[in-house]
């Protein structure tokens, strides 16, 4: 079946410090890959996707590569603000079909 | 332009009672989705439309459960009777048709917080 697997949290960071956060995913055919980030007491908004291997997305300092060879789809961004701190999803979608698998969600603390 | 809207933002209840939440699409979109999330069990995908029409409904956890879309602006998930389990935040999203894309993104509303006692 279609899964997805993030990194354990929560994850505590000081201000301006490099962010990872992995992600490997399990998936039938060939997926797309959506990175959603959740501000609190908010609903999910899109970060950034790929919808094939070697693609790069990117937003607002985030970066994520569509990695075939490895399954995975890493978020990055080399230097974090206090005003990053949320819970960030990894998702993927089959071609042809229009539902989302989520990963459990990674939390992210800044601290200033 | 107004994104996805859900009501009630809050909402608590007594065991047994029946639960109503609402979601109203960014307009032009032609599919919707219903989402619960729980610490336990993360983000789970219950049922979802596309032009008005349920196109799979196999999360959807159990009978008291059941969700309708009787016009392209307007959704409905309910719970009767509600159960302490149920308890969770309840996202609607949509999304439109990207013709030139693989996949369509999907908006999320801000959510219903229920909390059943």
């Known amino acids: 079946g279609n899964s997805v697997t993030q990194m354990e949290g929560p994850v505590t960071l000081s201000e301006e410090a490099f962010l990872t956060i992995n992600c490997t995913y399990t998936?039938?055919?060939?997926?797309?890959l959506f990175w959603y980030v959740q501000y609190p007491g908010e609903g999910l908004q899109l970060l950034l996707k790929a919808t094939k291997a070697d693609d790069k997305g990117s937003n607002k300092g985030f970066e994520a590569t569509y990695r075939k060879e490895t399954t995975s789809f890493h978020l990055e961004k080399g230097s974090v603000q206090v005003s990053d701190s949320a819970v960030y999803f990894c998702?993927?979608?089959?071609?042809?079909?229009?539902?989302?698998?989520f990963g459990q969600g990674t939390r992210l603390t800044i601290n200033p | 332009d107004a994104g996805v809207i859900q009501s009630p933002r809050h909402e608590v209840t007594e065991m047994g009672q029946e639960v109503t939440l609402r979601c109203k699409p960014i307009?032009?979109?032609?599919?919707l989705f219903w989402y619960r999330q729980t610490m336990m069990r993360g983000l789970e995908l219950l049922i979802y439309?596309?032009?008005?029409?349920?196109?799979?409904d196999s999360g959807m956890p159990e009978d008291r459960f059941s969700a309708k879309m009787p016009n392209a602006s307007f959704s409905t998930l309910k719970i009767q009777p509600s159960e302490p389990r149920d308890s969770a935040v309840y996202f609607c999203a949509s999304s439109p048709r990207e013709r030139r894309e693989r996949q369509e993104t999907q908006y999320f509303g801000p959510g219903t917080r229920l909390l059943v006692l």
């Open positions: 998936a039938t055919g060939y997926p797309s």
């Open positions: 439309f596309n032009n008005n029409v349920p196109i799979d």
């Open positions: 307009s032009g979109h032609n599919s």
């Open positions: 998702a993927l979608s089959v071609s042809g079909a229009q539902k989302l698998v």
